[in-house]
């Protein structure tokens, strides 16, 4: 049976709850802007009820007030998912973009200041010695161009050696990022299953796990599943980098083509050496531009510059020059076809070969001639294309490939932008809503105390008035 004080319990139990909700409502708003912070709410039901046997008015259950079962984090683990495969693919894109965009930078193209405008001003100056082969200003003119097509060829290929040498920097950051996230991830799992184990969650750590997977996933396409202890296992390619157990942490490996002495990087299991599938994040966005995309425009840029070097030398080599002798190899790009070490062979003006025949000199200009019209010749070492149509195609991919990069990333964007505000609906904070349950828990917490009041003065009355009368 309840007792005198039943009431008053019951006003004790609304207090208490009340009091939990509004401190989980104040949580709510403090971390409104807390990145990974997921909205809380405070799930109060009945208390047990009171038995009450058949007596009189009073029979069948009898309610004891409310409790707070749990403190409820609104997480949708579908919509988390989402976001991570989405942050994956929106972070591999951003760096195809960022990386094409610094190479039109490097090309520079349309300007006078590129290899066309080089290019150009090169095939000039071979005209006009074919039209004054006798002139000396026209001869230093020519070399002088040569030396500056050169040095734009090496300065675009140096600068495009430097991105990728930035590219291996963040390549290692980016793998660090990964071996620290995956270390803090464990820890977080260990302190969770402690909290947990007297069965309520441990909600704030739960968020912190969170955000340490979308950081995680903004580098690395993963796996996540987490098992009936509350451990979350986090997988690349089906083995865990998060386990049960701990962390298997990762490197970077290079390694170079003897074949072709092209460098490659990798990204390998620490312990074992075993190289990992990369395709999707920030790191497989990173190893698809360093090596693949400015490999090959680096390639293209050699194989450009190795069929002109072979197709001047060899004209130049069935001229003559001024002084009648010979004419030899024009240009060198070294034993090994490098364009760090393309050079200048001819520093006499007079044995530019601009002569056809040795008998014509010094008048003939007809090798120079044939030279400059190097410039509208099908070349088969470029698949049968004018050197201007390939560098001009060259520059055409660039621009395809930057723009699609640019597409597929605002596109993901968009998707990313979708889910997310989904997501917020879900379990982000809104400040309307908290401070409509604030007024709630406020005047329940209000009509509870005025129940402990009333309880109070009914107790008064039984005890301090009541069987005063004959005294």
Same mark, same amino acid.
Do not use: C
């Given at each position: ?53 058949? !007596? ?111 590219? +291996? ?147 130049? !080599? ?13 240009? !060198? ?112 917490? +209000? ?25």
């Amino acid at each position: 049976m309840p007792g005198t004080f039943f009431g008053l319990e019951i006003a004790k139990l609304a207090l208490w709850a009340n009091q939990r909700g509004m401190d989980v409502t104040s949580h709510n708003i403090a971390n409104a802007n807390s990145p990974g912070y997921t909205r809380q709410r405070a799930v109060i039901r009945p208390a047990h009820p009171l038995d009450v046997p058949g !007596s009189g008015t009073l029979t069948g259950q009898l309610g004891t007030g409310v409790v707070v079962a749990r403190i409820a984090a609104l997480r949708s683990a579908f919509l988390d998912r989402q976001v991570w495969n989405g942050a994956s693919e929106l972070s591999r894109w951003t760096a195809h973009r960022q990386t094409l965009e610094r190479i039109e930078v490097i090309i520079n193209e349309p300007t006078d200041q590129g290899i066309r405008g080089a290019l150009d001003r090169w095939w000039e100056a071979w005209e006009v010695l074919a039209a004054e082969p006798e002139s000396a200003a026209a001869r230093v003119s020519l070399l002088e161009r040569s030396e500056t097509l050169i040095h734009v060829f090496q300065d675009v290929d140096r600068r495009l050696a430097e991105l990728q040498e930035d590219l +291996q920097v963040e390549l290692r950051q980016r793998v660090a990022d990964v071996n620290a996230l995956a270390e803090r991830i464990h820890g977080l799992n260990l302190q969770i299953v402690a909290a947990e184990a007297s069965g309520q969650a441990a909600n704030d750590l739960r968020d912190q796990r969170a955000l340490a997977v979308e950081q995680l996933a903004s580098h690395l396409g993963v796996t996540v599943v987490e098992n009936d202890r509350g451990v979350l296992r986090v997988m690349l390619g089906g083995v865990d980098l998060v386990g049960e157990h701990g962390v298997r942490r990762l490197t970077t490996e290079r390694t170079t083509d003897p074949g072709t002495g092209q460098t490659q990087w990798h990204v390998t299991w620490e312990a074992s050496g075993q190289r990992l599938a990369v395709g999707t994040g920030g790191i497989g966005g990173i190893l698809d531009m360093m090596n693949r995309e400015v490999a090959r425009y680096r390639d293209d840029l050699l194989t450009m510059a190795r069929v002109l070097v072979a197709e001047v030398n060899s004209r130049h !080599s069935s001229g003559f020059d001024l002084d009648g002798a010979p004419g030899g190899n024009f240009f !060198s790009l070294g034993p090994n076809d490098r364009l760090d070490v393309w050079t200048l062979l001819i520093d006499d003006p007079r044995a530019i070969a601009a002569a056809a025949a040795q008998a014509t000199v010094p008048g003939d200009g007809s090798n120079a001639g044939a030279l400059a019209q190097l410039r509208y010749e099908r070349l088969a070492g470029l698949n049968d294309a004018t050197l201007e149509d390939t560098y001009r195609s060259w520059v055409a991919r660039l621009g395809v490939d930057s723009s699609e990069a640019q597409r597929r990333e605002e596109h993901q964007f968009l998707l990313m932008t979708q889910i997310t505000n989904q997501r917020d609906q879900v379990a982000g904070v809104s400040l309307d809503e908290e401070l409509a349950a604030m007024l709630t828990y406020q005047h329940a917490y +209000q009509a509870a105390a005025r129940m402990v009041t009333t309880v109070d003065q009914m107790l008064d009355t039984l005890i301090n008035r009541t069987g005063v009368v004959g005294r």
